[in-house]
């Protein structure tokens, strides 16, 4: 980002005024609440190892740095809790999933089919669906193509989804 204000503005008096005026238009609580957000960043860091890992085992400090082996973990845990919440939505959504004739596509086309023309209900958990996805890649119904395309939906704001492919014989051959 840079600053448009012209050079000589920068070196007067009027900068500072400028500064001062931001400052109290931004508010007083603001400023309070930022700097206690570090003043706990700061006291988080200089408590002892033995603090740091019962934070962390709450899951109240997001700054910590997960191995890899420890975020994959976690990730499983919670798409088998999300997977068990919706147990009886996911066995629906499969045999909906099995009648789909779109073979490759981001997974929102394949959901959006799934709910326009499959006639699939509404999850109880959004999170549902990235559950669903990930049991149809675990047993090989779907592999990643490599692709990449932008989602449709205006709620997705246009974001990158990985593309799909289909696998429906048995020898794992795409349609």
């Not at 939505?89 to 909906?96: N, P």
């Not at 709620?155 to 289909?166: G, I």
Request: glycine share 8%; net charge negative.
């Amino acid at each position: 980002m840079t600053c448009a204000l012209p050079l000589p503005l920068l070196h007067s008096a009027a900068w500072g005024i400028f500064l001062v005026g931001m400052l109290a238009a931004w508010g007083l609580s603001s400023w309070i609440a930022t700097w206690g957000i570090f003043s706990a960043r700061r006291e988080r860091a200089s408590a002892t190892p033995e603090d740091a890992s019962a934070v962390a085992s709450e899951g109240e400090d997001m700054d910590q740095q997960l191995s890899l082996i420890e975020a994959l973990e976690r990730k499983d845990a919670v798409l088998a809790a999300v997977e068990e919440g919706n147990a009886e939505w996911i066995a629906e959504a499969m045999l909906v999933f099995d009648r789909c004739p779109i073979v490759e596509g981001i997974g929102e086309a394949f959901r959006n089919w799934m709910r326009e023309e499959g006639g699939l209900r509404a999850p109880r958990s959004a999170h549902a669906w990235g559950a669903l996805f990930g049991l149809l890649k675990k047993r090989g119904m779907i592999v990643m193509t490599g692709a990449w395309r932008p989602m449709q939906n205006a709620a997705s704001r246009a974001r990158l989804s990985p593309v799909y492919q289909k696998v429906t014989s048995a020898d794992g051959v795409a349609a």
